[in-house]
């Protein structure tokens, strides 16, 4: 890698804080489940710690996983999992796993600042060559796309609704902190809220 | 001796329709040579799905999602895939979201592999340690009770547990 090559893989310039909110102006439509730390205080501001999102506090590198659990059970609906690149590459095999079950509707977005940021911002894989758009296209996945400017926010919509399931779309960001959101931290009843909420919507539906 | 699970037809159908009786409609896995018959007619019936995994914690967060919308799972491994499950066990303790999970031992008895035992051995410790029940299974009576019993202390008694599939029953290698 030249230079430039290296300074140009390593660019990310979209604030975290604009990016949930770009990419899902019309989150209701979305069932989420995010990872812990960042991606969840992210996912929490986007819907107002809403009915539709199940969001992790620990158990890293389980958030794809159980996102592609609720894409399997409810085919119908847009399922959308938030995640960061710390927590993707400790269960980087959920890749494969995902593009081999194919879950049609299912989105990954892996908010990625190269750092563990929950555990005082130390350097991460992605920092240091990973690439986790390549891994997603060897893992099977047809649709995978890197976004580095908030210029480019404009053609995720477009990416997020008409290329082929499971996609993945990564985000890279700058070391800045999350949203802050102070989310409901009771996991029983995180769960019952999700649970009754779709399952009450299924019946009226 | 060596097993080569000729006999699990005279098993496999009618433990598949026990969980289908109780509503298991999906089933992460990793293969097991024991328990493949029974994953091949998972596959096949029209009332089930099965979904590769690459390791075996996947299938605990996959099961928790699949509760999460209302649909009943089972997570079908070799017992040495429970070693890989304990951190992501904590979602069922958690989120109160229990996983019911379906064992095929190695490492317990008869076995040959010396690899195969701290893990065998382990199992009963870790799944106590994580709030898993154990139900057993010895012989083909137990196949009706211990299934219908795990399905009850999951999906009613909102309790963790594990249908194991012992080796005497399952045949060891070179037993």
Known sequence: MNNEE??????????????????????????FVSGLAGASRDAAALTGDGAHLFALGGVMGAATTLGLGVAMGAPDKKVAVIT???????????????????????????????????????PGHTAQGADIESIAKGAGFRSAMTIRDEAELTATRDFLETSIGPRILVAKVLPTGPTKFKRLM???????????????????? | MTNDHSEDHRWTGGFLDLLIENGVEFFPYVPDEAIWRFLQLAKADERTSTVLLTTEEEGVS????????????????????????????????SARSPVLMILGMRGEYGESNPWQYPMGQAVLPVLNAV????????????????????ANAVFKGRRSAAIILSQKFLGAKNL
């Open chain 1, 6 to 31: 290296e300074i140009n893989a390593n660019r990310a310039n979209i604030d975290r804080r604009k990016l949930l909110p770009h990419l899902f102006p019309n989150h209701e439509e979305y069932l």
């Open chain 1, 84 to 122: 960061g690149d710390g927590e993707l590459m400790m269960n980087i095999g959920s890749l494969v796993t995902v593009a081999t079950a194919a879950p049609k509707k299912l989105s990954i977005v892996c908010i990625d600042n190269g750092l563990h940021g929950e555990t005082g911002k130390q």
């Open chain 1, 186 to 205: 009771d996991p029983p009843a995180v769960r019952l809220r999700f649970r009754d909420a779709f399952l009450a919507n299924q019946r009226k539906s």
């Open chain 2, 62 to 93: 996959i099961c928790a999602g699949l509760d999460l919308v209302g649909r009943r799972s089972a997570l079908v491994m070799q017992s040495s895939g429970l070693g890989n499950c304990v951190n992501f066990l904590s979602i069922t303790q």
């Open chain 2, 131 to 150: 709030g898993v029940i154990p139900y057993v299974i010895s012989n083909d009576d137990d196949i009706p009770l211990a299934t219908n019993a795990a």
